[in-house]
């Protein structure tokens, strides 16, 4: 089988999370997705955070308690220092920056409309991405106005997501997507084989340890994200040999 590992924030265990640093060191081990966060600011730019504050990902005074994100404008968010040094980094930045795919989370339902805007003048990163989220009905409505770039519903657990009408299936349905992703709680093989059934990929998260690897090869997953994407690489290879030696 061959596993796609993405850097989760770009290679967030040795570059701080979604700067350009991260993303290119990403880049240079050789991931085969990108894992970010956008966001909308007040003057209706497209950002890249994961929280909605900039409070954790401090560099200095300058990015503490300045309240919600999504509150303050674009030059107000590079104008302060985050852990990387500088202020966030636009959308526009990070695809100028980058060549590799992305999966680019959908952290805020207000954004939708903005990132339509933007990959019809950018097709050519439109072609590179995959909208993911926690937020169905944030993905039911990219489906309708972004209907080109595939989509992937995340979900802490399995369990999580036959809580929606129609279980699973149904969430699949309503966001049109092409992936799910979810934690290994309640994964089995015939439930893996269900949703490859269904013309699924299936990624699981976090990948945290070799057990970890382990189980996303015995479930035969397609996918799965790592904060150190090179000791994922590692591991992913490690266990291939394990089993070609078993």
């Given at each position: 089988?061959s596993?796609?590992?993405?850097?989760?924030r770009?290679a967030?265990?040795?570059q701080?999370?979604?700067s350009?640093e991260?993303?290119?060191?990403?880049e240079?081990?050789g991931?085969?997705?990108?894992?970010?966060?956008v966001r909308?600011?007040?003057?209706?730019?497209?950002?890249?955070?994961h929280?909605?504050t900039?409070d954790?990902t401090a560099g200095?005074?300058?990015?503490?308690g300045?309240?919600?994100a999504?509150?303050l404008?674009?030059?107000e968010?590079?104008g302060?220092?985050?852990?990387?040094g500088?202020?966030?980094?636009s959308?526009?930045?990070?695809y100028?920056?980058?060549?590799?795919?992305?999966q680019?989370e959908?952290?805020?339902?207000?954004?939708v409309?903005?990132l339509?805007?933007f990959?019809a003048?950018?097709?050519?990163?439109a072609?590179r991405?995959?909208l993911?989220g926690?937020?169905a009905?944030a993905?039911?409505?990219?489906?309708?106005v972004?209907?080109?770039?595939p989509?992937c519903?995340i979900?802490k657990?399995?369990?999580?997501?036959?809580k929606?009408?129609?279980g699973?299936?149904?969430l699949?349905?309503?966001?049109?997507?092409?992936?799910?992703a979810?934690?290994?709680?309640?994964?089995?093989?015939?439930?893996v084989q269900?949703i490859?059934?269904?013309g699924?990929e299936l990624?699981v998260w976090?990948?945290?340890?070799?057990?970890?690897m382990r189980a996303?090869?015995?479930l035969?997953v397609?996918g799965?994200?790592s904060?150190?994407?090179?000791?994922a690489?590692?591991w992913?290879?490690?266990?291939l040999?394990?089993?070609?030696?078993?």
């Open positions: 089988m596993l796609l590992i993405v850097g989760h770009g967030m265990a040795h701080p999370e979604n350009l991260s993303y290119a060191l990403a240079e081990i991931v085969d997705e990108i894992e970010l966060d909308l600011s007040k003057d209706h730019q497209l950002f890249l955070l929280d909605p900039l954790r200095d005074d300058s990015a503490r300045l309240g919600p999504a509150e404008t674009l030059a968010l590079q302060a220092v985050l852990d990387s500088r202020g966030v980094v959308l526009a930045e990070m100028g920056a980058t060549s590799t795919a992305i680019l959908v952290k805020d339902p207000a954004t409309p903005f339509a805007d990959f003048e950018r097709p050519a990163d072609a991405t995959i993911t926690f937020n009905d993905l039911h409505h990219a489906a309708e972004m209907a080109q770039i989509r519903i979900v657990t399995i369990a999580d997501a036959e929606f009408d129609g699973w299936q149904g699949v349905d309503h966001t049109g997507s092409t992936r799910l979810c934690g290994f709680a309640g994964l089995d093989l015939p439930l269900a490859h059934d269904r699924l990624h976090p990948l945290r340890t070799l057990e970890d996303a090869i015995r035969g397609d799965t994200t904060d150190d994407p090179a000791q690489q590692q992913y290879r490690q266990s040999a394990e089993e070609g030696g078993a």
